[in-house]
């Protein structure tokens, strides 16, 4: 663990329900777990029984899906309130989603959906996320999506985008190093100069995954072990901020804990020298 980080909570592991029984049972040598905040504000009966357990032992991040921080639409303060409301239950040490905007006109996409990386867009974004630390009472983290298309209308890069972002709100950064590196792919653009870019005393967490590469592009599918090349970015990325708390992502083909707890042991390999 870095001294330059008191938010550096170690290695996560995200809460899942096919782990449910075995956390349980054997209560194992987890630093934090994170959950997908949508999974328990609205749950009741055995996933908030087990959730209300699991918070009594160990340190809770939530992170989002439906926040769509970049929408036209009106911010959903029902939405904002389960989500401050579940936070103080399970004394969440913070609550991240994604830049990105998730749907139009009442209706969800289900997906992340891009921006456009404009000022009036950087504006309109900057807003709401005041809006919504007011509403929590506390900075709002926010991940850098995967995407796969970009706009004609861009003015800037993402990580400039997140940069100003920052520097306007407050807001503190989920640096997801294997969206850096599936985005890089797909938009050809330099991943190390991405994380040499973006202000590295905000990031609060990284994420790790794995993805899939089809040679012309890449998907980025949480289904399997994080390659090499994204090992290297998470160096540097260790390298340039210090270190922060650390998840490896799982939502397809999830192993047992046991093989959860193997790949999430990978970068213990690699020392937190700032």
């Known amino acids: 663990m870095s001294d330059r980080n008191p938010n550096h909570l170690g290695f996560g592991v995200g809460l899942r329900s096919v782990h449910f029984s075995h956390i349980l049972q054997q209560w194992p040598a987890v630093d934090w777990f994170e959950i997908i905040s949508e999974n328990f504000i609205d749950s009741a009966g055995r996933p908030r029984y087990v959730l209300e357990q699991i918070a009594e032992r160990y340190p809770i991040v939530m992170h989002g899906v439906s926040l769509s921080i970049g929408s036209a639409e009106a911010l959903d303060f029902d939405y904002l309130a389960k989500l401050k409301k579940l936070a103080r239950e399970v004394n969440a040490r913070w609550i991240s989603d994604h830049l990105c905007w998730t749907g139009v006109a009442g209706r969800t996409s289900h997906d992340l959906l ?3 990386l404009t000022e009036e867009s950087l504006a ?6 005041h809006a919504v630390q007011d509403f929590l009472e506390r900075p709002l983290v926010l991940e850098n999506p995967s995407s796969y298309v970009t706009f004609a209308v861009d003015a800037m890069p993402e990580w400039e985008f997140l940069s100003r972002l920052v520097a306007d709100t407050g807001c503190q950064l989920l640096l997801d190093v294997n969206n850096i590196y599936v985005s890089s792919r797909n938009h050809d653009f330099d991943a190390l100069g991405y994380l040499r870019s973006i202000p590295h005393d905000r990031v609060q967490q990284f994420h790790l995954a794995g993805h899939t590469d089809l040679g012309t592009h890449c998907i980025d599918t949480h289904d399997g072990r994080v390659v090499e090349r994204v090992w290297e970015l998470y160096r540097e990325a260790v390298r340039l901020t210090g270190g922060a708390a650390t998840l490896l992502e799982w939502d397809a083909h999830i192993p047992t ?3 959860c707890m193997r790949r999430r ?9 700032p």
């Open 114 to 116: 891009p921006l456009p």
């Open 124 to 129: 309109h974004v900057a807003a709401r996320v």
């Open 257 to 259: 804990f046991e093989g």
């Open 265 to 273: 042991c990978e970068p213990a390999r690699l020392r937190w020298k």
